[in-house]
């Protein structure tokens, strides 16, 4: 066995009917290169998917995952540049589930934050597991490396998911 474990972590709350999760990240990078990774169409097709992403407040969001998951066809709801992101992860009649990304200036980079606000339901692990392994594609995009979806994460932040919504929803 060897010394390295990933550390896979994440905040969950009830709020309501819906489950609140964050997921946080640090970087070395600015909080401006970050911004640009998350609404420039170039830079989301290397972590997230083909599309486009309007960053303004009204602006559309349309993220194609072709046979891996659903459209996403929304609309930005906040849009602070450098600062605060938000739309709803969905599509046509789906259930909303918005999202915000927030980033914050820390020493020499960013504390990149990711709050989802979920339906309660059996997806909820799913939903976090695949957010964790897009976050570490965004950190490898960041340092200009490009890498395959990581199945192998997503399969360890699902089950580490699976029990964090059973310890932290139960109650």
């Known amino acids: 066995m060897s010394g390295y474990e990933e550390t896979i ?79 709803s992860w969905s599509s046509g009649d789906s259930a909303e589930r918005p999202l915000v990304w927030e980033l914050e200036p820390i020493d020499e980079g960013t504390r990149l934050s990711l709050t989802l606000l979920l339906p309660d339901d059996e997806l909820v692990p799913i939903a976090c597991a695949g957010w964790d392994a897009h976050l570490e594609m965004l950190l490898a995009a960041l340092e200009g490396i490009s890498i395959h979806f990581p199945a192998s994460r997503f399969r360890q932040a699902r089950a580490r998911f699976e029990l964090l919504v059973r310890q932290e929803l139960a109650a």
């Open 9 to 87: 972590e994440g905040k969950i709350r009830r709020k309501g009917d819906r489950v609140m999760v964050c997921l946080e990240r640090e970087t070395g990078h600015l909080p401006e290169r970050v911004w640009e990774m998350l609404t420039d169409s170039v830079c989301l097709a290397e972590w997230l998917a083909p599309g486009t992403l309007d960053a303004r407040p009204g602006g559309r969001v349309q993220l194609d995952f072709g046979h891996s998951g659903m459209p996403i066809d929304c609309r930005v709801t906040d849009c602070q540049p450098n600062r605060r992101l938000a739309y």
